[in-house]
């Protein structure tokens, strides 16, 4: 499966109408190194329990997705779900209601120190 920062950037719109350049999330460390399936494990956790701190159901579906599509699906998603892309990374976005969905940075991209061998 891709994921949406296997390229630099995209280009979304923001709640003015001007295009935001987003780009691939700065590196990161986990405190300790994580296997992929401990990884997708965070994740899995957070997409189940993210929709139960506010917001829409359908723009964390949204956002889910588009974090995990290719570029070009991605875009399409964010921007038909009107979602409005105020970081450059996706990690902080908003509904058009004005609800912010903040997204961590093991949602948008591995860590620097994962566990190649399973």
């Given at each position: 499966m891709g994921n949406l920062f296997s390229c630099a950037c995209l280009s979304a719109i923001n709640?003015?109408?001007h295009r935001k350049k987003l780009k691939k999330p700065k590196a990161w460390r986990h405190p300790e190194p994580i296997t992929r399936s401990q990884l997708r494990?965070?994740?899995?956790e957070f997409w189940d329990t993210a929709p139960h701190y506010g917001g829409?159901?359908?723009?964390?579906?949204?956002l889910r997705a588009a974090s995990e599509a290719e570029l070009s699906l991605a875009q399409l998603i964010v921007d038909s779900a009107g979602v409005?892309?105020?970081s450059?990374?996706?990690?902080?976005?908003?509904d058009e209601r004005?609800?912010?969905?903040?997204l961590p940075k093991?949602?948008?991209?591995?860590?620097?120190?994962?566990?190649?061998?399973?």
């Open positions: 709640g003015e109408g494990q965070m994740r899995d829409r159901r359908e723009i964390w579906d949204a409005i892309v105020t450059d990374d996706l990690s902080t976005c908003y004005g609800a912010k969905y903040d093991y949602v948008l991209s591995e860590p620097v120190n994962i566990v190649k061998n399973e």
